[in-house]
């Protein structure tokens, strides 16, 4: 016996969207707003400007040759400019903590830092190479626009928090670099880097996003907050299989993208291929992002998933294994948690690797995509660590990292004059640097000051760096990995200062003169030379920037208090 | 179905075009087969591995394996008699009165039904936004990558000029000359 439901009892379905769904939140996010309409706006920009320019020479002179307007310039001045007022409206940003747009983005101290930095070293990244894309002649403007997005992108995915967000705001970081690293279509090897990297790239795209999957069919949820609370819960017996294995994919789809070792083998041809603005841009910039977000997702997502004592005993069947690996590697390994495993194991290897592959290198490049690879290894030192120590460690070598690879990039990147082989006039071989010395004395002398503290000799910058990194790892009792970081970096030590007595002591092999040095690539030049060589006066400096962090250090402390584990 | 019909073979005509169109010679490809065997058949075997150890361990109900389906089933049957009996118990009129004006509401019919897109925008207009704007400047980096990838920048182009086509006069189109023919 079905009876109508009274009338005046029917409660009102319809949603009233003018509530105050989103009111604040377009404030927290202003400056990535004012980015991507920058870029929208420039692009339109870009396409009029060359149509309007085509129309006028038709209707000038209709029998002539058209040439496609030289656009490039102005377009990477604006967007410089737009850098800028990115800056500006991040510092004078009115919300600082925030969790905005349904859950899906969130602004803290450790975000802002990292946004910080990577808008600073895409703002270098594109002043350097400012004399490189016109002699290069790339002239296409999207080239520009497609690094704005790539770094609004980027900007976006450090803020994600949520699986669908990272992985929508990684996918859109890797559109971009996928077309960036093809951009020069007329070289082969332009094209190669762009196709290796684009088939790599959305293979491991592909294991991120089923990693994401496993870890939302087994705990239903995508949210990293969320995730915290979740995996906190884990006792004695409760135990979370899937999900492990879901973090082991995102943790590889996320290794991909950073070249650490077992992942690394395209790096050094994507970076050898692409131009070389292209280059600096990519071994900087989305490392900054990655590991920014590596901190967010393992420090405190995936930091109590499955400890040691539920994972051996889970496992039953694979214990046998997995203490023979423990054993393998060191002892201390017994203790660790399963995502610190992974990264232990990838930071050693990435070390060691990055340290041999550049021995044999003779082009500057792949030389360099070794020395990032090796550096990618010590940041995951700091990630390893599981403490604010670590983590304070990880963003000081970001910092100094940063300035080192602007540094150098805007050393190579400096014109170089070529008697034979006209179509390569920039420095590509080793070799050219033995001409360094007798051409252009301060940039020999910035060069070399550069390449000891990228090995890490005592009074520069990059020594602080591993100093804290290595300090940071030896009061987590992680020795192994403390001491095979100190060795990898005396090998390295043999190929940057190789280089050294290359640029100074070697007979000169190609015939090349040094131009003039663009005046902003010379001012780049000189303030991070000067950051470099007198970082010791204050090393505390940096340490003091990154404190920071502090909202993520009460984080930690309340989550160590809670579950207390690692003191 | 027939639009399903319909949908599949143009879809396979789709793949076909796509297998045409790559220039893949067979000889290659005989050649390579058996190359990455070995290393993919290990990795493939060490996932399947992982897959069963998962399935063996949290693929399972989270009610303790103690009580089974069956117990739990004969649990409910012994509450709903008990329930029949306590009713049957009660003074003559009162259980069938109670069962004759029991109300049913159709909850069913008072959920508003929404189709899967409709129920698909209302989040992803409104809650998730950021999402679909995301996914929109994906596909607008997609446009850009292709255009600059693949649009060539010849110097001789043959534009169509819109307004010249647009203000010739029709009777000025054919014209016919005085005097000799010109050939040029």
Redesign the interface.
């Known amino acids: ?3 109508p ?1 009274p009338d005046d009892f ?1 409660p009102v ?1 319809e949603t009233d ?1 003018q509530i105050f ?2 009111e604040n939140h377009f404030k927290t996010v202003f400056p990535e707003i004012f980015c ?1 309409f920058a870029s ?1 706006l420039l ?1 339109i920009y870009g396409v009029l400007y060359a149509r309007i320019h ?1 129309a006028n020479a ?1 209707t000038l002179r209709r029998k002539m ?4 307007p030289i656009m490039v310039n102005h377009v990477s001045l604006l967007v410089i400019l737009a850098f800028l007022l990115t800056l500006i409206l991040m510092f004078n940003n009115p919300i600082m903590h925030a969790t905005i ?2 859950n ?2 969130v602004c803290d101290d450790l975000i802002f830092f990292c946004k910080i930095l990577i808008i600073c070293s895409a703002l270098l990244s594109v002043c350097i190479s400012l004399d490189y894309v016109r002699k290069q002649a790339l002239n ?1 403007f ?2 520009i ?2 690094l704005l ?1 790539a770094t609004c ?1 980027m900007l ?1 995915l450090i803020s994600s928090a949520d699986m ?2 990272m992985y ?2 990684i ?2 970081q890797s ?2 670099f ?2 960036l690293a ?2 020069k ?1 007329n070289s082969e090897f332009s094209t190669e880097a ?1 196709l290796k990297y684009f088939v790599l790239g959305a293979f491991s795209s592909g294991v991120l996003l089923f990693g994401c999957s496993l870890i939302y069919g ?1 705990t239903g949820i995508t949210n990293f907050s969320e995730l915290t609370k979740i995996f906190s819960c884990t006792g004695e017996n409760q ?4 999900a492990l ?1 879901g973090m082991i994919f995102v943790a590889v789809g996320f290794l991909f993208k950073i070249t650490a070792v077992p992942f690394h083998t395209w790096a050094p041809d994507v970076y050898e291929g692409s131009p070389t603005s292209v280059t600096a841009f990519f071994a900087i910039t989305p490392k900054i992002a990655i590991l920014g977000l590596f901190v967010r997702l393992f420090e405190s997502s995936f930091y109590d998933l499955n400890t040691e004592a539920a994972f051996s005993l ?2 039953g ?2 214990q046998g294994v997995s203490t023979t690996f423990n054993k393998l590697l060191s002892m201390e390994f017994t203790s660790t948690l399963p995502w610190q495993k992974i990264f232990l194991f990838c930071s050693i290897a990435s070390m060691i690797v990055g340290a041999l592959g550049a021995m044999n290198q003779k082009k500057i490049k792949r030389l360099l995509a070794y020395s990032s690879i090796g550096h990618v290894g010590y940041f995951l030192i700091g990630l390893c660590c599981g403490t604010v120590e670590g983590i304070q460690a990880l963003l000081i070598n970001l910092i100094i990292y940063l300035v080192m690879t602007i540094n150098i990039f805007a050393i190579i990147l400096s014109p170089v004059r070529r008697d034979f082989v006209h179509s390569v006039q920039r420095i590509k071989y080793i070799s050219d640097l033995s001409v360094l010395f007798k051409t252009n004395p301060i940039l020999a002398i910035t060069l070399a000051v550069n390449f000891f503290s990228m090995a890490g000799l005592p009074p520069l910058a990059g020594f602080w760096g591993k100093y804290y990194l290595l300090f940071s790892a030896f009061s987590c009792e992680l020795y192994l990995v403390a001491i095979v970081g100190g060795l990898a970096t005396v090998l390295s030590c043999v190929y940057y200062i190789r280089l050294v007595h290359i640029s100074y002591f070697e007979k000169i092999q190609n015939r090349l003169i040094f131009e003039r040095v663009p005046k902003i690539n010379g001012w780049i030049l000189a303030i991070t030379f000067f950051f470099i060589l007198f970082l010791f006066v204050s090393p505390g400096a940096t340490r003091r920037s990154t404190s920071i962090t502090r909202s993520l250090l009460q984080r930690i402390e309340i989550r160590d208090h809670i579950t207390d584990r690692h003191a | 179905m027939i639009f399903l019909v319909v949908y599949i073979g143009a879809i396979a005509v789709l793949f076909l075009f796509v297998v045409m169109m790559l220039n893949i010679k067979l000889a290659e490809i005989n050649e390579k087969k058996y190359r990455y065997l070995p290393i993919g058949g290990l990795l493939g075997i060490l996932f399947l591995f992982e897959i069963f150890c998962i399935i063996d361990n949290d693929l399972i109900a989270l009610i303790d394996s103690g009580v089974s389906i069956a117990n739990s089933t004969q649990l409910v049957e012994a509450n709903s008699s008990q329930l029949n009996s306590d009713l049957l118990t009660l003074d003559g009129g009162i259980a069938p009165i109670f069962y004759k004006n029991l109300l049913f509401t159709e909850w069913s019919e008072l959920a508003e039904n929404l189709t899967n897109i409709q129920s698909i925008g209302q989040c992803i207009y409104t809650y998730y936004s950021y999402f679909f704007i995301c996914a929109s400047f994906i596909l607008l980096v997609a446009m850009i990558g292709a255009i600059v990838l693949t649009h060539h920048q010849s110097v001789y182009v043959q534009t169509q000029k819109e307004l010249f086509q647009n203000t010739r006069e029709f009777s000025k189109t054919i014209q016919k000359h005085k005097g000799r023919p010109v050939f040029t």
Not at chain 1, 65 to 68: A, N, Q, S, T
Not at chain 1, 239 to 242: C, K, M, P, V
């Open positions: 016996m079905v009876q439901f029917k379905l969207f769904l989103f991507l929208v692009l085509q038709d040759k058209i040439f496609p747009f349904y899906t983005l296409a999207e080239y626009i497609l997005l992108s976006f669908i967000s929508l705001a996918e859109l559109l971009c996928y077309v093809a951009f279509r762009g087994f135990h979370f299989t899937g294995i889970q496992l069947t694979t």
